[in-house]
């Protein structure tokens, strides 16, 4: 993806669409499209009592094992 990374001003929708990987993490995480994914994972993580760091994390190390 042209070095672009994903950060948590990203809305949930575009990092589930940009990156197959951050999509099974968000799904793993309970986070999910609602409202057309357009909120960003700051806001979406707090509002499900979640740390957007650790879900950063752990979209990062997933694409890691890709190769991404």
Request: aromatic share 2%; with cysteine; glycine share 10%.
């Amino acid at each position: 993806m042209s070095g672009e990374a994903p950060t948590a001003d990203m809305a949930v929708k575009d990092l589930a669409q940009r990156w197959p990987a951050a999509a099974r993490v968000l799904a793993r995480r309970g986070l999910d499209l609602c409202c057309g994914g357009a909120h960003p994972l700051s806001m979406a993580a707090a509002a499900h009592g979640q740390d957007a760091g650790e879900i950063l994390a752990e979209i990062r190390a997933e694409l890691a094992r890709e190769g991404a």
